[in-house]
Nanobody
């Protein structure tokens, strides 16, 4: 059974730092591109950070320079280091996995992702 589980969300003051983790099981992790998405109620889910199997990264413009995505293939785990957090970063954050063969969809096209976690809430107060 394939599983994707996020952790590390919470409440933080503006300017603070959080680290999200995403553990996977039941997939051959090294063969999957991974991404973080976020969603606010009533809005579409948006891509935040992506890392492919070659460790190439892509970021949403508004988080570039503040967020860092990384992966540990030995632990089948994805991370998102979030620094200088702003109130507009408040959202539910989701981890997603996509087979590297589906890379043609583009890093933030939801349709290309096969497995999703349940999400972890990040709340930034000003």
């Amino acid at each position: 059974v394939q599983r994707v589980v996020e952790s590390g969300g919470g409440s933080v003051q503006s300017g603070g730092t959080l680290v999200l983790s995403c553990t996977t099981s039941g997939i051959t992790y090294v063969n999957y591109d991974m991404a973080w998405f976020r969603q606010i109620p009533g809005k579409e889910r948006e891509g935040v950070a992506h890392i492919d199997t070659n460790l190439k990264t892509t970021y949403l413009d508004s988080v570039s320079g503040r967020f860092t995505v990384s992966r540990d293939n030995a632990k089948d785990t994805l991370y998102l280091l979030m620094k200088s957090l702003k109130s507009e970063d408040t959202a539910m954050y989701y981890c997603a996995a996509r087979r590297s063969g589906d890379r043609h969809y583009g890093p933030f096209n939801l349709a290309g992702y096969n497995f999703w976690g349940q999400g972890t809430q990040v709340t930034v107060s000003s």
